[in-house]
């Protein structure tokens, strides 16, 4: 089934907002083994987004258009929709009720320009919105079956999963269930991973799609499977599952939903352990990292943020000196364990963006019992150096809360 997303809005087609809406589209879509063909971007102006519409409708078996159901005059789907099919807009009085008891209920009198919102193609189908005010609605136009959905991205993410995807499952005539799973690693890079994983579905016979997609400094490594049910998926995943751990090994952080951090601060809690943090350069990303996530009070105790050494009381960036900070952190702090990340930017401070500059990064890691530490010289320019700084941070507490060794080579240092 060929299938279209087609996202409306000056702001979108501009580059004033970034199109994350798209994105997120695309990749559930995919997830379920529905694939994407075209995706077309057209500004609040009637006559380009007819001429879509049309075009669309030529070219694609379902099309999802995101955005234009609000109260504004620029927000023209339901129009534009009504026009291409033919039909006029009537008034949708269950969802006209549904908008005055949902303003009612917080107090509020709904605008008159909200009952633009209920105005529907006399042919629509209804889909439901549960917690915005944008109608959700699906037509046909020519061969194709439009679904329509609300720009806001929470609206867009729960209307999705409950009412379009499954819909498009059934016109695609796509039976069984699909699962991606997920393995988040820092260290190795795709060529790595590739090399890693080289025969992975010739293993599986065929059984599943590998893929990867990289956002420094994480790589995120995929498996998309289909099974006639949840228990026959989940029994072709176990093997397969198992052969990924073991051959990406220890660079393996995280996986499907969870993050690096989560991972420490799940460790964290579970020991009883609590943390005090030190970091130079980054600026605070170390701690930010940590300190929203839920749990966090019970485990985070302090985060130090500091630009030069001298701040810390050293006069230079080492592992000794990573160390020593450490003891001296979770003394005062009163902290079961304490993290030391020191930054000196080098040539990279002093040569702009050229990737082949690099960073000193030293990490300190203290417990009651034992102290490690790792230096790393990391490529890059300021930013890569720094994320990845964190990430290092990060990942070598990881380690060593698991019993790991921390100083595992990476791929992105400088030899």
């Known amino acids: 089934m060929r299938v279209e997303i087609l996202c409306t809005g000056d702001e979108i087609l501009s580059g ?35 001429r879509a519409f049309r075009q669309a409708a030529e070219r694609a078996d379902a099309v999802i258009v995101n955005g234009g159901l609000g109260p504004t005059v620029d927000d023209l789907s339901q129009e534009v929709a009504a026009e291409a099919c033919g039909v006029p807009l009537v008034l949708s009085e269950y969802w006209m009720t549904r908008m005055e008891e949902s303003y009612a209920r917080r107090g509020r009198v709904m605008p008159p320009n909200n009952k633009k919102q209920a105005m529907l193609p006399a042919n629509a189908e209804f889909i439901d919105n549960p917690i915005g005010t944008a109608c959700g609605f699906a037509v046909t136009i020519a061969k194709a079956r439009f679904f329509f959905t609300p720009g806001v991205p929470r609206e867009m993410r729960r209307m999705l999963d409950e009412q379009v995807i499954p819909r498009l499952l059934k016109i695609g005539g796509i039976t069984g269930v699909t699962r ?116 966090a009070e019970r485990a985070f105790r302090r985060g130090i943020v500091v630009r030069d050494a001298a701040q810390l009381g050293i006069n230079g960036i080492s592992t000794e000196a990573a160390e020593a900070i450490g003891r001296r952190l979770r003394e005062e702090s009163g902290a079961s364990h304490a993290l030391a990340l020191l930054v000196d930017l080098d040539g990279a401070d002093r040569g702009a963006d050229r990737p082949d500059l690099a960073g000193t990064v030293c990490v300190g890691i203290t417990e009651a019992h034992a102290t490690v530490s790792r230096r790393a010289h990391l490529v890059g320019n300021r930013d890569w150096i720094r994320s990845g700084a964190v990430e290092l941070g990060l990942d070598c507490l990881r380690r060593h809360l698991l019993g790991l060794p921390v100083d595992e080579r990476i791929d992105f240092e400088r030899r």
């Open 16 to 50: 004033k907002t970034i199109n994350t809406n798209y994105s997120h589209m695309a990749r559930r879509l995919g997830e379920v083994g529905l694939t994407v063909h075209w995706g077309t971007t057209v500004g609040d102006d009637r006559e380009a987004l007819l």
């Open 180 to 295: 991606l799973k997920r393995f988040h690693s820092f260290g190795i890079g795709e060529s790595r991973a590739d090399n890693m994983l080289a025969d992975m579905e010739a293993f599986t016979n065929g059984a599943i799609k590998l893929g990867f997609q990289a956002h420094f400094p994480e790589l995120e490594t995929k498996l998309l499977a289909r099974g006639a049910d949840d228990a026959a998926l989940a029994a072709l995943l176990k093997p397969i599952e198992a052969e990924v751990r073991k051959r990406l090994g220890n660079f393996v952080v995280a996986e499907d939903d969870q993050t690096l951090e989560g991972v420490v601060l799940e460790r964290l809690l579970e020991s009883g352990h609590t943390l005090a943090t030190a970091e130079m350069v980054t600026g605070g990303l170390l701690a930010s990292r940590l300190a929203p996530l839920p749990g």
